[in-house]
């Protein structure tokens, strides 16, 4: 059971035991939410072999993405306004419910139904551990612990594609759903005995009108963003109606927030310049690390040969270096209190990381691709946790759900714009090339799906050559613009102002301190 007194959580002092055990029941809710997609990739073959639906297939990742982003700065605000330990327990059940009810889909229509459910619940697993660790370690000494979410988002994405493969293979693709239950019952039990909160009282009632508004506008987002250039060309009447949909929305959802009185994303929060400048890093660290994760092992597999079922240990340099840096950012942290060196280096890092990957061709081995990788996965490393950390600094206790839930809703969205665009980019440039090679309509024949290393071996030699230089121009363009659109995150860095975190003691005692965006200092939540 965790003891914190008042006087410990204001002054920064959390026994490490007490927390570790807090934090071991929070990762496992946190590897929930990530580890599901991860495995739910490698089975969905399987899947639509005995569902059918294929038509539909895009829509069992859509509608838990859309789900989740949707409800993830809701889950935020309830959390602030009733408690973040009865939401986030609510969060988990409802996860559970989707899982249990997918397993037991009968078709494809249900199986995409129940995806929502369980994206539902999602939504509130990451804003709960972020916003439920922002409650209890002062961001002064919440650095120690970062190497512990860095290493869950690795294990997910490294484990996630082998345990969702096996599991397929030997048990069934429905126990790829099944497998949460028991995940979850454990996490349900450690945060239920150990992680004991003060309740909360609203103020006000839920602003349902906001909640809406900015619902739509996020459905219509990710759906431009999923549909253009791939369902629908960029220039018709059905994207061009989303786009509508979305700009009126958010122009609404702004207006809305200025009158309610408790707001569902309170835009006072965005007068903090760190907290702006943390979100739009956060967007751009998402849109690299999904088109990073999406395209690597595309290539390995394509030009390399690599085997498409250990796709997940083809990322392991990046996520190994983005690990590592993590960790050890975070100790720097804490012993120092400075960070704002952190994002500036991330940046850097970053734009020449996707720059080298951009630079990769059919020569390239894998060694030398390994290299490129460790340093992308060095920059989002210096950038993953630090973007919460300080966005979370930058806003009063009171709103820290709602500073995690916007941050987590950017990264988000980042990601799905970075997955659009590379994605539009790269089919682009891999149809020219081999068109270019082969002619218009040998490369449709050829090109028409992606093909792995099995595949590619029984291609005529002439069509294997095309096809593995079309992919290498395709990844080529793809990380270029990634790299110019990283660019912009590196100079966003420079304007980060290094505002003594919350629990630093004196070293926050020089005229600095008294800054306008350090936040009225209040004691932290006190767990019994």
Known sequence: MVEMTKTAAASGEVKPRS?????????????????????????????????????????????????????????????????RKGSFLTSIVIFLI??????????????????????????GLMVGVMAIIGDLIPPRERGKYQGMMAGVMALAMIGGPLVGGTITDHMGWRWSFYINLPLGAVAL????????????????????????????????????????????????????????????????????????VEPVM???????????????????????????????????QAVQGASATNSGLLLLPMLLSMMVVSLVAGRITTSSGKYKMFPIIGGALMVVGLF?????????????????????????????QITMLVAQNSVEMKDMGVASSSAT???????????????????????????DRLGPQAAHAAGSAQLDAASLAKLPEAVRDAYQHAVA????????LGAGIAVLGFLAAWFVKEVPLRGAGPAGGSGEAADKETPAPQAAPVAH
Not at 101 to 113: H, N, P
Not at 358 to 384: I, K
Not at 473 to 480: D, E, K, P, V
């Open 19 to 83: 927390v570790r055990v807090v934090l071991m029941a929070l990762m496992i809710a946190m590897l929930l939410a990530m580890l599901d997609n991860m495995i739910i990739g490698t089975a969905m073959p399987t899947i639509v072999g005995e569902l059918g639906g294929l038509e539909h297939l895009s829509w069992v990742v859509t509608a838990y993405t859309l789900a989740t982003a949707a409800s993830t700065p809701i889950w935020g605000k309830i959390g602030d306004m009733y408690g």
């Open 98 to 123: 989707g899982s249990a009810l997918s397993g037991m889909a009968q078709d494809m229509g249900q199986l995409i139904g129940f995806r929502a459910i369980q994206g539902l619940g999602a939504g």
């Open 189 to 260: 039990a450690m945060v239920t005995a150990v992680l004991h909160l003060p309740k909360k009282k609203a103020q006000g009632k839920i602003d349902y009108l906001g909640a809406a508004l900015l619902t739509v506008a996020i459905t219509s987002t990710v759906l431009v963003t999923t549909w253009g250039g791939t369902e629908y060309a960029w220039g018709s009447a059905e994207v061009i109606g989303l786009i509508a949909v979305g700009v009126v929305s958010i122009a609404a959802f702004l207006f809305a927030e200025t009158k309610a």
């Open 266 to 300: 309170p835009l006072h929060i965005f007068r903090s310049r760190n907290f702006t400048l943390m979100s739009v890093i956060g967007f751009l660290v998402g849109f690299a690390m999904f088109g990073g994760v999406l395209y690597l092992p595309l290539f390995q």
């Open 356 to 384: 080298l990957l951009a630079t990769m061709d059919t020569g390239t081995s894998r060694l030398v691709s390994g290299v490129y990788m460790a340093v992308l996965g060095a920059g989002l490393g210096f950038l993953m």
């Open 409 to 435: 809703l950017f990264r988000t969205l980042g990601g799905s714009f970075g997955v659009a665009l590379m994605g539009s980019l790269f089919t682009s440039q891999v149809t020219q090339t081999m068109s």
């Open 473 to 480: 121009a395709g990844t080529h363009s793809a990380f270029l």
